[in-house]
């Protein structure tokens, strides 16, 4: 996926400066997958085995973590796709009709979750992680 999609994908934009977020799932962490993230991302790779540490526990940090996969894949799988072109036709259709006021809310959310990491100097975040 990495090294025919995602990397190819890459060069095909204008980026001058990314960073990659890589979690510690250990489906993620192979040494061939770390060694190719650090060849691609050098020191802008966040990674548990990378220059940057990932957060540990802090999938609650990531806008696509605690929003976006959890909405896209209850709307994608809503009429129960029996086909690989319904799926993907069915995950195009959600992402292009995603509202911008919707994604200014998500970063709004996300931005008083790192004012509270910061405050709390990153302590746990029971506030969030338990709201109810």
Do not use: A, F, S, Y
């Given at each position: 996926m990495i090294t025919n999609f995602f990397i190819p994908e890459l060069n095909n934009h204008d980026v001058q400066e990314l960073w990659f977020q890589q979690d510690g799932a250990t489906c993620h962490t192979a040494r061939a997958t770390i060694d190719l993230l650090k060849d691609t991302f050098g020191d802008c790779l966040i990674s548990g085995f990378g220059p940057v540490n990932w957060p540990p526990r802090s999938c609650d940090l990531t806008p696509l973590d605690y929003f976006l996969w959890g909405y896209v894949k209850s709307l994608v799988y809503a009429d129960?796709?029996?086909?690989?072109?319904?799926?993907?036709?069915?995950?195009?259709?959600?992402?292009a009709d995603i509202l911008p006021q919707m994604l200014k809310k998500v970063i709004e959310n996300w931005t008083s979750r790192l004012d509270y990491v910061r405050a709390s100097r990153g302590s746990h975040m029971p506030e969030i992680i338990f709201k109810m």
């Open positions: 129960k796709p029996q086909t690989l072109d319904h799926l993907e036709d069915n995950i195009r259709r959600v992402i």
